[in-house]
C-alpha cells in the first residue's frame, strides 16, 4: 500500500508542470480592507489567474509560471475583485521573467511586471518592502500568505481577498519531505505551511507574496499539484532574497 500511494504522489509531481496555477488559501479569513495595500490580481480578459504584489510605483512582482496565462492587466486597492475601481487598473507593458526560468520545478519562479502608468499611492495601495540578501528567517515563525485563489481542492477562485497565518518549515525537513514522494526541491526557495498545518495556500493564490515581518520575502510557486488538503508535505515559495540585485537591476533600470 505504501509504494502505491509513493508512485501515485510520483505520478501527481510529474504532473505539476503542466498545470500549475497556484494556490488559494485554505482555512484562512478575509483579509480586512486597509490591510495588505500591497496586493495585486494579475489577471487576462477572463478575469483573476495569479496574485501579485506592488514592489514601486511601475512593477509588481509574480511567478514566472503565470506568464503562460496571456496576463493583459493587474489590478490595485481592491480586495473585492466584484466591485474593482476602473481607475485601479493597469495594463501589463512588459513581462521581465527570470532568465533562468523553466518550471516551477526548477526553480527560478519568480517575474517583474511593468506597469503602463504609475500607481498612485494612497490609503488603499502602497508597496512593500523587500527583504535584505542576508534575511534570516526562523524556523516556524509564523509569515501570512493571501489570495483569492481556491478555499478547497478543486474548488474556484473567490471575491474576496483571503489570508491565512503559516509557520515556516526547516528548509532541510522540507527536502527531506518532498524526497520522500521521490521530488527535490529546487534551489532558493522558502517553505512554509502545508505541513504540520491545515492551512496554506492552493490554486489561483500563485505569484501572491509570503510575509514575514513587514517584508516581502516569498513568492508562492507550487504546492503537491492540486492537492490542499493539508496537511501533506510543505508549501514552496521563491527565496526572494536570492533574487535581489537582477529585481533592483530592472527597478532601476525601468526596464527588462
Known sequence: MIGLQK?????????????????????????????MLYMASVQNNRGHVCGGFLVSEDFVITAAHCEKNNLTRVVLGNHNLKKVDNNRHRSVVKKCKHPSYKTPASGNDIMLLKLSKKARLDNRVQIIPLPRTDNKLKDREVCRVAGWGFTETGGKVVNMLRAVDVPLVNLEVCKTNWKYISFNLPPNVICAGGYETDKGFCQGDSGGPLVCNGLAVGVVSFNMRKICDYPNVPNVYTDISKYLPWIHNILKKKTC
Open 7 to 35: 508512485f501515485l504522489l510520483f505520478h501527481l509531481l510529474m504532473c505539476l508542470e503542466q498545470n500549475v496555477l497556484g494556490s488559494e488559501i485554505i482555512h484562512g479569513e478575509k483579509a480586512p480592507e486597509n490591510s
